[in-house]
């Protein structure tokens, strides 16, 4: 007996029957079933707030059928209106959305941002009292549907899908451009200054005091017949502040070499250890003494902060050089190795760009290069006409900043002119 | 040819490097990061070996010429070798083949849960019938999601610390941190490890000696600022006078009982302290510009050894 044969006997009537009832049954919950499906398909998380609370829309005054208490958005209440956009001019994998709240409606207690992701799930990107938000860490040309629902108490509204909307890189960040029009003037106030440098016009640079001591500071050396101990600074080889240091540690070396005068250089990072020796190598040879130059001279010391603090005071206290130079960048153990140092008694002489160091420096060494002057003080002992040309387009740079702050200020204070949109980088 | 490769080199990196901040084309950034970031580590790597090769050159040849305090250099090579063999056969927490001697704990994972035991032979008593011991109530911690059973040496050497940390801020709270063995249900004794591992270096040498250093500063602040604020000339009295204000605003009892303290302390920071600073940094990003460009083109070569 099949099965076949069971359906099509007298039983089969009992379960022609009962399908029947079921089908009759589904034909009466019929109108709710598809919509509960597709938001299966599309939700991925439950809502906790029946799905009829989220249909009503403005002026849908209708009194709920049933009894229960079920809550309901304020009169008034306004769907939020969401506008999604690819965030322009950026690096891309940003998408910024807007759902303007109207001051005159109700406003909600807060909104919750849902995503569909292209697998069609709803993910909640956020919940805010805001009414923008910039989803980041999104894949470029990827598309994607936003919603946002408006959170009134335990009842809220969901607004129309926003979308597809993908993000994008662009070629161009438009929000640098203030950045882009300083540089091409600073450029062309240095190529201005290079030539006529190249020209031969007499450049005046300003008086370095500390940049001066430099050459009496190598002469007590030589007078003392004691080492130059140079720091070229803590920081990496990545950090300008190290660049320029390693530029004026050239011209220091040139100096010792035509003084006969031993220089120590203990570095704190690997990169600029092998720069700082080529560089010295190299200066004994251009200076015709590659005899002279001591591989020993220029060394590694050690990665750690404090332990090079405390390697390069040892060498301060048991070497007892004549001239110490701190230049580059400095942090904590700036003030333990330039006291240790003032406490031998060399002449020391600082140069930094760290705000926060400065005023040790400035107190424990005799001289102190403040900020941009470690970066003028290559082209300074130098005196080559080209370095001396950049050198004073620095001084303009700075006299152009100046006269902008003041002009702008006038121009913010007297004609309520605000001009940071244009000047902010973004 | 010596002299101008690393010009050349300098000249398309550096200003690929600029490219990449204006552009905002992912291809564009990821090309940056590789030369930023992993070329500079393989770059950083070799340094390295160069580096210690001085460092041990530099030391070698102070005792080979019996220099001032040559003893030193005995002292910096030994321990140099001494951390990079337990550094080499170690490992960072004890993973590696070096003894650890156990300070009476035995860790094991079982159903998401830590269980600690007195020696090996309890806790193969739990793993040969773990229904008969397994409770929970007495494990010492949840398993952390980012751990894996069974537990590797790495793993279990930080759950030790971990439970270690947990042991001493419970003390510390004068509450009783007790871990009692499922198989014995007495108490498990803590006791600290004695491991041998760069960790172990670094905690316990390294750091201290760090904080020394660090801690010397304090001192040496005094000094610097006994310096400082001697009233020689009008200048260094203002300075004497603000920074009098600016301690005396940092002080509670100072700015409860005198009016306006903490207000002037904060306009001398916002307002002359904050225009210089600005000032320095205006001229600092200048230089740094000027510099750059100046290395970029060629112009200053003090960094390859001069212009010849």
């Known amino acids: 007996m099949t099965l076949h044969t069971i359906r099509t006997g007298s039983t089969g009537r009992v379960w022609r029957a009962i399908m029947s009832g079921i089908v009759c049954l589904l034909a009466v919950c019929m109108p709710c079933a598809p919509h509960a499906i597709g938001q299966d398909q599309q939700t991925s998380q439950t809502d906790a707030a029946p799905e ?89 040309f990827t598309q994607f549907h936003f919603r946002v629902k408006a959170l009134y108490g335990e009842a809220s509204m969901t607004s129309d899908i926003a979308g597809p909307i993908e993000a994008r890189d662009h070629w161009f960040r438009t929000g640098k451009m203030p950045i882009v029009v300083a540089i091409a003037v600073f450029v062309l106030i240095l190529v201005m200054f290079i030539n006529a440098a190249r020209r031969g016009v007499e450049l005046f640079v300003r008086r370095i005091s500390g940049l001066n001591a430099v050459e009496d500071a190598i002469g007590r050396a030589t007078e003392m017949g004691k080492p130059v101990l140079y720091i070229p600074g803590t920081s990496s080889i990545e950090d300008v502040a190290t660049l320029a240091s390693l530029n004026i540690l050239g011209e220091v070396v040139r100096r010792t070499v035509h003084y006969d005068v031993k220089i120590i250089c203990p570095n704190r990072d690997p990169i600029v250890y092998t720069i700082a ?99 003028a003080a290559s082209a300074y002992l130098s005196r080559e006409p080209l370095l001396l040309g950049t050198l004073k387009a620095q001084d303009y740079g700075k006299l152009i900043f100046m006269i902008c702050m003041v002009v702008f200020s006038i121009l913010a204070i007297v004609f309520n002119w605000d001009l940071s949109p244009y000047l902010l980088v973004k | 040819m010596k002299r101008n490769l690393p010009l050349y080199l300098l ?50 040849v102070k005792i080979r010429n019996k220099s001032r305090y040559w003893q030193y250099s005995y002292v910096t090579l030994v321990s140099l070798f001494i951390s990079s063999f337990i550094g080499l056969f170690g490992g960072v927490r004890g993973e590696k083949s070096l003894p650890t001697i156990f300070g009476g704990l035995v860790l094991l994972a079982h159903d998401g849960q830590v269980y600690a035991f007195q020696n090996e032979a309890e806790m193969g008593q739990f793993k040969a019938s773990p229904d008969k011991f397994v409770d929970p109530a007495r494990a010492v911690m949840p398993l952390p999601s980012n751990v894996e059973a069974p537990l590797s040496r790495y793993a279990a050497s930080s759950l030790r610390d971990e439970i270690e940390l947990r042991a001493s801020n419970a003390r510390r709270n004068g509450i009783q941190f007790e871990m009692i063995s499922p198989v014995t249900g007495k108490p498990v004794p803590f006791k600290k490890d004695f491991r041998i591992h760069i960790q172990q270096l670094f905690e316990g040498i390294l750091v201290p000696c760090g904080s020394t250093m660090f801690a010397m500063l304090a001192f040496y602040m005094c000094s610097a600022a006994y310096r400082a604020f001697r009233m020689r000339n009008l200048h260094a009295g203002v300075l004497l006078v603000s920074a009098f204000i600016v301690m005396l605003g940092q002080i509670p009892l100072a700015t409860a009982y005198i009016p306006g303290v903490y207000e002037l302390r904060q306009w001398i920071l916002d307002v002359p302290n904050m225009a210089s600073k600005r000032g320095i940094m205006i001229g600092v990003g200048l230089g740094a510009v000027a510099t750059s460009f100046k290395i970029i083109f060629g112009i200053e070569r003090a960094w390859l050894g001069g212009d010849e």
């Open chain 2, 11 to 60: 000249f398309i990196f550096a200003i690929w490097g600029g490219i990449s901040v204006f552009v905002g084309k992912e291809s564009v950034h990821e090309i940056d990061n590789l030369l930023r970031n992993k070329l500079l580590l393989i770059v950083g790597a070799f340094a390295i070996i160069l580096g210690l090769g001085s460092l041990i050159f530099h030391h070698m």
């Open chain 1, 277 to 375: 020796r080529e560089i010295v190598r190299e200066t004994y040879a251009s200076e015709g003494r590659p005899d002279a130059f001591d591989p020993n001279s220029v060394f590694f010391l050690v990665p750690d902060q404090f332990a090079y603090a405390a390697g390069v005071d040892g060498i301060m206290v048991r070497q007892k050089p004549a001239t110490i130079f701190f230049m580059g960048m400095f942090w904590a153990e700036a003030l333990v190795m330039s006291e240790t140092g003032a406490a031998t008694g060399a002449v020391q002489i600082a140069g930094t760009d760290t705000p926060a160091q400065l005023p040790f420096f400035i107190t424990s060494c005799d001289y102190t290069l403040i900020g941009e002057e470690l970066y």
């Open chain 1, 52 to 140: 009829p609370i989220t249909e009503p829309v403005a002026g849908d005054d209708a009194v709920p059928a049933e009894p229960a208490p079920v809550p309901t958005v304020p009169p008034g209440a306004t769907l939020p209106v969401v506008v999604a956009m690819d965030v322009p001019s950026d690096t891309g994998n940003a998408i910024s959305i807007r759902w303007p709240h109207d001051v005159s409606q109700a406003k909600p207690d807060a909104y919750i941002l849902e995503m569909q992701t292209p697998d069609g799930l709803w993910k909640q990107v956020t919940r805010t009292v805001l009414t923008s938000y910039q989803v980041s860490g999104v894949p470029n």
